[in-house]
Structures are given as structure tokens and as C-alpha cells.
């Protein structure tokens, strides 16, 4: 990149710049799928105040867009596409509290892919810095949707299993998939 590009680069808006990256992104060849492991992502953050609900626990909101960032960076990742949004959060568990200054760690894999659809995995776990206790405070499963350049739904690549694990955890998440088409379609009808 030539010097006087870099400088307008720095001296530019930076929802200019967020806008120019979503413009001139490279064409995905959609047909190229990838393994759960290709887009696997864990984030980490540590628990402050500012987290804090008035009971003194983490508040479960602070959780909750956490794992809506951690989970849309895996489908970013997957689907090679800055342009992804939450279509649905499936199931959202709170099975235990987080404290002020546990880290909190959120840990996602692509479990199931469809034609424009990623349906990410997510489970939250707490850690005690101090005893390094480990317990898992949260799981999830939210399903994005990538977009085009006119904020329509676009074709991802699909989920190819690496290995004989992998392929449980798609042919699992198919049924399951199946399974919740079953129920929404059933509740239409009632």
C-alpha cells in the first residue's frame, strides 16, 4: 500500500473504514466447505464491576453478548463474510453465577451449516484466578445468517467433518435441526 493511502487510511472515519472493508471484500467461492475446527473460537474476559448485576453476580445480559460476539466470530470465520446476523438464539442455559473478576471464557464451534444459515455451539465456563476452579456457568446454541452486500441472505460454504468426531457432532446437529423444524412447524399449525 503506497505511503499516502496509509495516511488517508488513518486519518479516515473509522465507520468509513468498516464501510470500505465490507465494500471491497474478496469473492467467497461458497462451494469450498470448511471443518468445525476451521472456525472454532474461544473469548476470554475478565469480570468487573461494570459487569455486576445487585445481587453481586456477573448479570446474565453481560453473558449473554458475550456469547452473541463470540458465536458471530466463528460464523465470520466460517463463512469468510464480515456480514453475519443473529437469526435466532435456540436455547440460552444459565446453569451457575459468575463472580466479579472470574474470567470468563466462551467457547464456540459451527455445528450445523444450511444453504445461508450457521448454527453455532456455545458453551460458557468461569474460572476462579485465585483456586483455579472451573465451572461451566452457561451453553447456547445461536443461529446466524450471512448477508450480501444489499443486506440479503447469501450462501456459505458448507460444514465438511475432519474426522469421524466431527461427523457425530453434524449428523447430531441435523437431528436436532430436524427436530426443531418439527416443532416450529407444529406450532404454526396450532
Do not use: W
Amino acid at each position: 500500500m503506497a505511503r499516502s493511502q496509509r495516511q488517508h487510511n488513518k486519518r479516515m472515519n473509522p465507520f468509513d473504514r468498516l464501510a470500505d472493508r465490507h465494500r471491497n471484500r474478496p469473492k467467497i467461492d461458497a462451494s469450498q466447505g470448511h471443518s468445525i475446527a476451521f472456525s472454532r473460537s474461544t473469548t476470554r474476559r475478565l469480570m468487573e464491576l461494570i459487569d455486576a448485576n445487585s445481587q453481586g453476580n456477573v448479570h446474565g445480559g453481560a453473558i449473554m453478548r458475550m456469547v452473541d460476539e463470540a458465536a458471530a466470530v466463528v460464523a465470520i470465520k466460517h463463512s469468510r463474510n464480515p456480514s453475519v446476523v443473529t437469526a435466532r438464539v435456540e436455547t440460552f442455559n444459565f446453569l451457575a453465577p459468575a463472580f466479579i473478576g472470574d474470567l470468563v471464557s466462551v467457547h464456540c464451534e459451527l455445528q450445523y451449516v444450511g444453504r445461508t444459515s450457521m448454527e453455532v455451539s456455545v458453551e460458557v465456563t468461569a474460572e476462579d484466578l485465585i483456586t483455579r476452579e472451573i465451572r461451566k456457568i452457561a451453553s447456547s446454541y445461536v443461529i446466524y445468517v450471512a448477508l450480501d452486500e444489499n443486506r440479503q441472505p447469501t450462501p456459505v460454504p458448507p460444514l465438511i467433518p475432519a474426522d469421524e468426531e466431527e461427523a457425530t457432532i453434524i449428523k447430531q446437529a441435523r437431528l436436532r435441526r430436524e427436530h426443531r423444524k418439527q416443532i416450529d412447524d407444529a406450532l404454526k399449525n396450532h
